[in-house]
């Protein structure tokens, strides 16, 4: 079944166009990665599913309901969960208090314990507070806070942002985890290498607009595109 499918998506700021007619489809316990050039549009793509921002046309389904144009809390709801660009965790809260802030309990769902199995090194860090972790263990916060949702879809906005080689390493290992588990992931990212790792599908942005949809041996099969927009 397909647990998140964008249609026709639309969006603006202001009066600028920035979607054009974004078609995108994760199946259930699939990793699809979106990948693209900055000002591609990738993140206000994140933004238009997640309800950040009111998308101006188009659908987004979540297990088959059309939540384009609800505000985030109920997306968030309907079960769809962010890890946003910039990690975003509450840095005066402890990493415990982090997770159990987001906490939604689901019967053999994800937990603080389960949590901790897929990122030891947070289980060394539970009493310290946000701002006392470097920046890979903050990543792994993000993805664990979001995770104690308990969603069927998780959105990972550039995860490898500013992480050194052996952490981003880290993260695709742990993203490929959550894949095997059977969650639905897109992941958002410019670091190919890490894109092709995790998705077993990719699309390219370029101006607001998917430019190849496919697999990563598909794409690499297409120098031409690699080199046009992702500059490879």
Do not use: C
């Not at 046309?57 to 809390?73: E, F, L, S």
């Not at 897929?118 to 916060?141: H, I, K, T, V, Y």
Request: aromatic letters at 4%.
């Amino acid at each position: 079944m397909t647990a998140l499918e964008v249609r026709g998506l639309q969006a603006y700021y202001a009066e600028s166009h920035i979607l054009h007619g974004v078609d995108l489809d994760v199946r259930d316990g699939e990793a699809v990665s979106l990948v693209g050039r900055n000002g591609a549009g990738k993140t206000t793509t994140i933004a238009a599913i997640m309800g950040l921002l009111r998308p101006r046309g188009g659908t987004v389904r979540v297990g088959g309901t059309d939540v384009a144009g609800w505000p985030a809390h109920r997306i968030a709801r309907a079960g769809i969960a962010l890890v946003p660009q910039g990690r975003r965790i509450f840095a005066e809260l402890t990493v415990r208090e982090n997770l159990l802030l987001a906490a939604r309990a689901v019967a053999s769902g994800w937990d603080e314990h389960r949590v901790l199995e897929l990122f030891p090194a947070l289980g060394r860090r539970l009493d310290n507070r946000g701002d006392q972790l470097s920046g890979g263990e903050q990543q792994m916060l993000a993805i664990g806070r979001a995770l104690m949702r308990n969603p069927t879809v998780l959105l990972l906005d550039e995860p490898s942002e500013g992480l050194a080689p052996k952490l981003v390493a880290e993260v695709g290992e742990a993203l490929r985890s959550l894949r095997a588990s059977g969650l639905a992931i897109l992941l958002v990212e410019q670091n190919l290498a890490l894109a092709t790792h995790v998705g077993e599908r990719l699309y390219v942005m370029n101006k607001g607009t998917i430019v190849f949809a496919g697999t990563p041996a598909e794409l690499a099969a297409q120098p031409d595109v690699e080199a046009r927009y992702l500059g490879v």
